[in-house]
């Protein structure tokens, strides 16, 4: 989908058609970018998250899981856990796609 520029507010916007969890096809709006790569890149980053395929990357993955138990447990545990995954597995693990991460595999050098 293309972004689009709105003339009247000189920022710029991207729209988004999908189906919903139960097939229902929606459109998401997100308005208000300074920059045309910036609603691009949003625009990326939401279709990646409405795939049903597994491409995104363990980083990105990391970051829906912690806004959404944000919610769910107290804010000293999200904290524990963000800073655990990132010190000590983001670092090496952060750009591959979940798709390829297996148990018995080795790790990219």
Not at 24 to 47: L, M, Q
Not at 69 to 78: D, E, L, N, P, V
């Amino acid at each position: 989908m293309p972004v689009y520029k709105d003339e009247k507010r000189k920022t710029w916007y991207a729209s988004v058609c999908y189906k919903d969890w139960t097939g229902t096809p929606r459109r998401k709006v997100k308005r208000g970018f300074k920059k045309e790569r910036d609603a691009k890149a949003w625009e990326h980053g939401f279709a990646l998250q409405q795939s049903k395929t597994c491409d995104m990357s363990l980083k990105a993955l990391s970051e829906l899981y912690f806004k959404d138990m944000a919610s769910r447990i107290k804010g000293s545990t999200i904290e524990t856990k963000k800073s655990i995954f990132e010190t000590h597995i983001l670092p090496y693990m952060g750009k591959l796609p979940v798709n390829e991460i297996s148990l018995t595999g080795s790790l990219p050098m």
